[in-house]
């Protein structure tokens, strides 16, 4: 059954919804996007994934093509639409249509915008939180405005064909020494009582499921550092995982091989996944 998506004030089905081969997002990479998630048909955490979309675009100079209400409401639309339970929206934003040129548009040149639903059946009930991700480290070799949720995902996506290839989940990429998140999560670690994280920046995105894991975190008394580690603080911590708007709290068991922790998903990773879900079920919207 075709789904139906939203593409520059229409709605259509996926085989007709058509963009320029003139778009800056094709040409250039030109746009950012965002993910929300949808659990029992609702949406979670649309507040911080709208205000993230306006600061990238901001970053970009970029404006918001439509208020934090219609967005809403075309999200709203397309779960209910396509019957959406559980699953994920995706919405992206560029800069439009113009003939190729390095330089940006006239500012008047409307900007393209594009949603559209994936049904995931069970997306909090994944078997790898119980069984946990092996992952593997690679070099961070992305562009320096990471905090930026663009559409240039090239390198990510190598990253995670690296990491199939080499019979892992997922890959942390690492830069002096220092891990600075996953192809598409943010990364933590766990050592006694304290969660560790790489601070915010221009080297990683403002994950909205991490700033709310981490208030989560300090409401419940653990200790919280917001720092670079390094592979070796990793190699020997309690236990790791991350987080992202679609796998939520996600344990990490196997770094490069070698076993972190007892090689199994740890209480901590459990505990957050289990309040991240409950608290963001009563939130959403």
Excluded: C
Aim: charge should be negative; proline fraction near 5%; avoid cysteine.
């Amino acid at each position: 059954m075709s789904r139906t998506v939203y593409v520059n004030g229409d709605y259509l089905p996926e085989e007709d919804a058509k963009i320029s081969v003139f778009d800056r997002g094709f040409l250039f990479a030109d746009g950012v996007y965002e993910v929300t998630s949808v659990l029992g048909g609702k949406i979670l955490d649309f507040d911080g994934h709208t205000v993230r979309l306006e600061r990238s675009l901001k970053e970009l100079g970029m404006g918001m093509p439509l208020s934090r209400d219609e967005l809403l409401a075309i999200h709203r639309k397309l779960v209910a639409d396509n019957g959406i339970d559980d699953g994920l929206v995706y919405l992206q934003i560029t800069r439009g249509a113009a003939d190729r040129d390095f330089a940006y548009p006239d500012p008047d040149t409307p900007q393209s915008v594009v949603l559209f639903t994936q049904s995931k059946p069970g997306l909090a009930e994944s078997p790898m939180a119980k069984e946990g991700m092996k992952i593997i480290s690679i070099p961070d070799e992305r562009w320096g405005r990471r905090d930026i949720k663009t559409v240039q995902l090239l390198y990510p996506s190598m990253g995670k064909m690296m990491a199939k290839a080499a019979g892992a989940h997922d890959a942390w990429m690492t830069e002096d020494g220092h891990v600075t998140e996953g192809t598409s999560n943010n990364a933590y670690i766990v050592k006694g009582n304290t969660i560790v994280t790489r601070h915010l920046g221009n080297e990683i995105l403002h994950g909205i499921t991490r700033a709310a894991v981490l208030r989560f975190a300090r409401e419940a008394q653990m200790q919280v550092e917001e720092r670079a580690f390094t592979l070796d603080e990793a190699a020997e911590a309690d236990e790791a995982f991350i987080t992202s708007a679609s796998t939520f709290v996600m344990p990490v068991v196997e770094l490069d091989g070698a076993p972190i922790g007892t090689g199994r998903p740890g209480p901590v990773a459990a505990r957050l996944r289990e309040i991240y879900l409950d608290e963001s079920r009563k939130a959403a919207i």
